[in-house]
């Protein structure tokens, strides 16, 4: 898809790769969009620069009032933050809504911004908040506030030899009462029907002030001006809230597609609407995030690097696959499924649509569970990787044979095909050493991710309670 790959070590070799490429090269992250496009040809390139290794970028940060986020953090990043939680109420939900905790591991909210789509969750949100971008490039640094960023569909005001260093904005206050909604067809890896975010600022039971953004409704993320002014000084009775939903219908003009007519976009924005003001006007809603929720990632919230120190990348991946040293030579310019299938010969970990949508080819790699179909092969280098052969290898208590989930797997009957089994035990696997003890809204949720063809859930989430009931000394898995 590609064929060269740089990894520049600081912020500085990476503005200087930029000026160099301008045009002809794409910054990579997470990769969870731009592996994407890559494979389906939009913006084609025949150069990647690879941020990853830049220390200092995955941050989240609280100054004066000011929330900042690097460029490399990451949606669990801000879904595991309480301060994210508590004062970027809107910004959090919608991280949560973002694809399944094998996307949210890898993929950077810079990089939700960035692609523009407007269905793209976190966009609304941050729209609401009032937050701005923070661009670098060797010619200087720029602030470009967040709705003055998008010039149409997925058309923005980035500059080719720019990143997107920073994002920033006001820190919800106590008097500030928020959320963000997303309808979609199914109740994970959905994109949006429609989606909206409200931010209010009370005075009592008056409001004060509105900011009202809508996604997935127009080229670009639109304010609802006039639905904003008419709350303004009004306490949100529902006459109230049925007239401000009214005005925020008045200002999108949606098309019919696949997902929904217009008609139809239109008549549940207005209900949606409606509700969550009446609700807010009774407080502050529960975010319906967990206290504790399920990230699929084993490693300290102090890490600060999506992939790992030491020598550079040059050319040859230099990694650990299963608890094994191994180089990979011919896959620089390839995802890591197809490294591990093709390179590596461990053809465990299946393709079932290259984009990220059914998790038969989770793998883990560095502690997080990650779809390997959206991961460049690089990012492997000086990396640990374990596949579903090496699921069954000692673990650190020394034992063998099969991990206990592959055991339960058997024992309940939970593999019909087998296809996606794989990719099913690498997540279930990750829960397990993540929390020994999960419920079943725990086991949905890591498991949401991961597609099954053949049939129902229900014994693959009986393998993964029973496993966790009977097993819980026998699940130290090297990551």
Not at 427 to 442: F, H, I, V, Y
Request: glycine share 8%; with cysteine.
């Amino acid at each position: 898809m590609w064929q060269h790959y740089l990894q520049p070590q600081s912020l500085a070799e990476a503005l200087t790769l930029l000026a160099n490429h301008a045009d002809r090269a794409r910054i990579v992250a997470g990769g969870t969009d731009v592996m994407v496009e890559l494979s389906r040809g939009v913006r084609p390139t025949k150069t990647l620069i690879d941020i990853t290794a830049i220390p200092g970028l995955r941050q989240i940060a609280v100054d004066d009032g000011v929330i900042s986020l690097g460029a490399l953090t990451t949606h669990n990043d801000v879904v595991a933050s309480p301060l994210c939680r508590e004062q970027a109420r809107p910004l959090a939900q919608a991280c949560w809504e973002v694809g399944a905790p094998q996307i949210r591991t890898r993929a950077t909210v810079a990089g939700n911004l960035v692609t523009a789509s407007p269905a793209n969750d976190t966009i609304t949100p941050l729209i609401a908040l009032d937050a701005e971008v923070v661009l670098l490039s060797e010619r200087g640094e720029r602030i470009v506030r967040l709705q003055d960023f998008y010039l149409g569909v997925r058309r923005t005001a980035l500059a080719p030899d720019e990143i997107l260093r920073q994002i920033r904005f006001p820190a919800m206050r106590d008097n500030q009462r928020a959320r963000f909604v997303k309808l979609g067809l199914r109740r994970a890896q959905a994109i949006s029907v429609i989606d909206f975010a409200v931010v209010l600022t009370m005075d009592g039971n008056v409001v004060t002030g509105a900011r009202i953004a809508l996604g997935s409704l127009a080229p670009t993320i639109v304010r609802a001006q006039n639905a904003e002014q008419f709350l303004a000084g009004k306490s949100l009775i529902p006459e109230v809230c049925a007239k401000a939903a009214a005005l925020v219908c008045a200002a999108v003009t949606p098309i019919d597609d696949i997902r929904g007519s217009a008609g139809y976009r239109l008549q549940t924005l207005h209900n949606l609407v409606a509700r969550t003001l009446q609700e807010l006007g009774r407080g502050n809603l529960p975010s319906g995030i967990p206290e504790h929720p399920v990230l699929l990632d084993t490693n300290g919230p102090e890490t600060d690097r999506l992939s790992p120190g030491g020598e550079p990348f040059a050319g040859v991946i230099e990694t650990r696959v299963n608890g094994h040293p191994m180089q990979l030579r011919a896959s620089t310019g390839c995802t890591l499924l197809d490294a591990l299938r093709n390179d590596a010969a461990l053809t465990g970990t299946k393709e079932g649509c290259a984009e990220g949508e059914c998790g038969a080819c989770t793998v883990w790699l560095n502690g997080q569970a990650v779809m390997a179909c959206l991961v460049p092969a690089p990012q492997a280098h000086n990396a640990a990787v374990v596949t579903i052969e090496g699921l069954a290898a000692s673990g650190a208590n020394g034992r063998t044979g099969l991990h206990p989930l592959q055991q339960r797997f058997i024992d309940c009957g939970a593999v019909q095909c087998g296809y996606c089994i794989p990719g099913m035990l690498m997540a279930g696997a990750k829960l397990l050493a993540e929390r020994p003890d999960p419920d079943l809204p725990a086991i949905q949720t890591a498991l949401s991710g991961n597609l099954c063809r053949c049939t129902g859930y229900r014994k693959i989430f009986d393998a993964v309670r029973v496993a966790s009931e009977q097993s819980r000394s026998h699940l130290g898995i090297r990551s």
